[in-house]
């Protein structure tokens, strides 16, 4: 097994785009994300970002496929 860290990118200048993917996500929700370190935030208002960002991946996959 690879000792790369299991969130990792294939392709590492997609990083830059998926921080900016979270940060609209984020303000899409309400929760107010710093640059860094964002340890302070509730489980609740990570999880209410993570889950913001999977609707827009399955929404974004469904117009594809139409």
Not at 37 to 47: E, F, I, K, P, V
Request: charged residues 25%; aromatic residues 4%.
């Amino acid at each position: 097994m690879s000792s790369k860290s299991s969130n990792s990118l294939v392709n590492p200048n997609a990083r830059d785009a998926m921080n900016r993917f979270k940060m609209e996500a984020a303000g899409e929700v309400g929760v107010n994300l710093k640059q860094g370190y964002n340890g302070d935030l509730t489980s609740r208002q990570a999880g209410s970002v993570g889950g913001q960002m999977v609707k827009k991946m399955i929404e974004a996959y469904e117009n594809g496929m139409k």
